[in-house]
């Protein structure tokens, strides 16, 4: 039987291996997905496209590490804290030549990491139907409350 652990420790690993298509076969078609820079993707598409910059290459080779995790198998939800390591080098590149790539690399020299937390939400099938991401990679978003 898979379990809510199993389900993050496949995700995560599609991540680290850099396998796109496998990462989204792990959400729900109507998922929802909140980086935590005031935007929300919603539905596999936008999902995808906000993901694929990680993926490509742009940015350079991305991993992540865990290191705490609180899951609540009953209610279908998980948290994980992480650290994001970014290794900038040109040969982790896949050939991209990305100006926001070679700012970083300049302001940070050649990794740099960031942490932050996820939390997730499943249906009863163990599919994504929400991952909302807290990092410290950005000053907070601060929105008017419009109530």
């Known amino acids: ?28 078609d109507d998922a929802e997905y909140l980086p935590g820079d005031g935007k929300t993707h919603r539905g596999l598409v ?23 995790r609180l899951i609540d198998e009953p209610a279908r939800r998980a948290a994980i804290r992480w650290t994001c390591r970014l290794d900038l080098a040109p040969e982790h590149t896949r050939g991209t030549r990305s100006v926001q790539r070679w700012v ?6 050649r990794r740099m990491s960031w942490e932050g ?4 939400h499943f249906d009863d099938e163990l ?7 807290y990092g410290s990679f950005r ?4 929105v008017r409350d419009a109530t």
């Open 1 to 28: 039987m898979t379990t809510t652990a199993d389900t993050i420790d496949r995700f995560v690993d599609c991540f680290n291996r850099q396998d796109l298509d496998d990462a989204l076969s792990f959400f729900a």
């Open 46 to 68: 936008e999902i995808r496209a906000a993901f694929a910059p990680l993926f490509s290459g742009k940015f350079g080779l991305i991993t992540f590490d865990e290191h705490d």
């Open 104 to 109: 970083l690399r300049t302001a940070y020299g």
């Open 117 to 120: 937390t996820d939390l997730f």
């Open 127 to 133: 599919r994504i139907t929400g991952k909302y991401t």
């Open 139 to 142: 000053r907070p978003i601060m």
